[in-house]
């Protein structure tokens, strides 16, 4: 290293001095010590390193002003929330890295009652004894699906690693070879039965799979019977697979449970809102499968959670497994799964009072509307280095319901144009400059454009205030 850089490094003041200065003092006594002195190293290390590596060394690099201001922005970072509003126009509604369904304000509210005030949780208020925590969720579970009984957990993860927990620790179950799944975010079911401690059958192919595959994979050591709703794809062409109500019928004859993990599993009928049909809760009860497992977070509009409901004899053994104890949920999460649940009530009130159904439910037109609002706005904002129109595109439900679906939508389709029309370069670098705004705007990137599917923009006005800053940017 030259002599002349050395010097001037060695002449960077150390932690305790900075910590010495009477501004740095004042940040201390507002936002605690540790944590400015935290700031101030991690300033001073990357002040050393910017000089180690520039050839300039220059001395405004390590100016008083340079490192108190880099101390200050590092703590408002830290002090500031982690999680973040986002703009999801992703065209993704259920969107598993944006945090899935939206809440209703019922449910909102009676969270910030759960999370602020002593509650009923596990309590009997009439008899002043011990209540039940699922108390709160499963006479709204039962009388919405037809089932005897049912167990929330906190995700549906932990409901099906529950059940066959439950059910088949050191047994057998049969799953057919096209129902072998692997979620996002690393669910994958033969992973998660290895773990619950019970061997996985597979039977029958990827493409078919028959009643008598099932039939003949019975043994003395077969504890359930499964099916799986794959949810995030679909098998098309040649195919067969068991209808719930054939395997129902089997179960019941060989005496051994069957259990469908739905995935989704919607509660209402999807198709009464003009939406894709998906299947329900309550339809796998009627067929009598005697366990269905589904989320909390995903076509039903609430909370992350999971739900089994199904035989009052099964859902017994079930709040027996110590495991429960381990994968409860919350009772921020039950109080807003109860909101959720009572507006079940009224079914035909659902697409205006549930966000998840209202966006999904949100016609082409509608959201067409929205864009005409934003268009003219985004092309001033983004600059003439970049085309913005109004295009058709389709939304995706997400998490895993209805793979092969997809509803029309609009979009703002950005383009870079001149020079760097086409390059993919110009494009991230616009979606960066709109992650990078107060608010983050996320789209998607997709045949050299950058889409910005409007289906999930409520408030427009918030979104112009954003996009303003973004000339500036
Ligand atoms: C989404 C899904 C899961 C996992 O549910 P989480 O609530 O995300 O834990 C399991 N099985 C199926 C079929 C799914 O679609």
Redesign the pocket.
């Known amino acids: 290293m030259p002599k002349q850089k050395n010097s001037v490094l060695s002449r960077l003041p150390s932690v305790d001095r900075v910590l010495g200065w009477p501004h740095i003092g004042t940040l201390c006594v507002q936002n605690g010590r540790a944590l400015v002195t935290e700031a101030v190293r991690a300033v001073l290390d990357d002040v050393r390193t910017e000089m180690r590596e520039s050839d300039a060394g220059s001395n405004q690099k390590f100016s008083e002003a340079h490192i108190f201001e880099g101390v200050e922005r590092r703590v408002a970072l830290w002090l500031t929330p982690s999680l973040r509003p986002v703009f999801n126009l992703t065209g993704t509604v259920l969107h598993?890295n944006l945090g899935r369904a939206l809440l209703p304000e019922e449910a909102i509210e009676a969270m910030a009652m759960a999370a602020r005030q002593a509650s009923n949780l596990e309590y009997d208020i009439r008899s002043g004894k011990r209540g039940e925590r699922n108390s709160h969720i499963d006479g709204w579970v039962k009388r919405l699906t037809g089932a005897d009984a049912a167990v929330v957990v906190n995700?549906?993860?932990?409901a099906?690693l529950l059940v066959l927990n439950t059910f088949a620790r050191r047994r057998e179950v049969p799953v057919s070879r096209g129902e072998l799944?692997e979620?996002g975010?690393a669910?994958r079911l033969p992973e998660i039965m290895a773990r619950a401690g019970c061997k996985l059958v597979e039977i029958g192919t990827t493409n078919r799979t028959h009643l008598k595959d099932y039939r003949g994979a019975i043994t003395d050591k077969t504890a359930l019977l499964m099916k799986?709703?794959t949810?995030?794809y679909a098998v098309s062409g040649f195919t067969a697979s068991v209808a719930e109500r054939q395997l129902a019928d089997l179960g019941r004859d060989s005496d051994i449970p069957v259990v469908t993990?739905?995935?989704?599993g919607s509660l209402v009928d999807l198709t009464y809102y003009g939406l894709p049909d998906e299947p329900t809760v309550a339809g796998m009860i009627e067929a009598g499968v005697d366990l269905v497992t589904f989320?909390?977070?995903?076509l039903l509009g609430g909370p992350?959670a999971?739900i089994i409901a199904g035989r009052g004899d099964l859902i017994a053994r079930i709040k027996k497994n110590p495991l429960l104890r381990a994968l409860r949920c919350d009772k921020v999460t039950l109080s807003a799964l109860n909101a959720v649940l009572t507006m079940y009530a009224r079914p035909e009130k659902l697409i205006e009072k549930l966000p998840t159904l209202r966006l999904l439910g949100r016609s082409a037109d509608d959201i067409e509307c929205v864009a005409r609002q934003v268009l003219s706005a985004v092309r001033r904002a983004v600059g003439d280095k970049y085309d913005v129109d109004v295009a058709a595109c389709r939304s995706q439900i997400g998490?895993?319901a209805m793979p092969v679906d997809r509803l029309e939508s609009t979009a703002l389709r950005l383009r870079s144009t001149g020079a760097s029309r086409g390059s993919g370069r110009a494009l991230n670098q616009l979606a960066a400059r709109l992650r990078a705004l107060p608010i983050p705007v996320i789209g998607r990137i997709n045949d050299d454009a950058l889409w910005l599917d409007l289906r999930c923009l409520e408030g427009v006005d918030e979104f112009l205030a954003q996009i303003e800053h973004l000339e500036s940017s």
């Open positions: 598993t995700n549906n993860a932990a099906v799944i979620i975010g669910f799986v709703h949810s995030n993990d739905l995935g989704s989320s909390g977070d995903k992350q999971g998490s895993g």
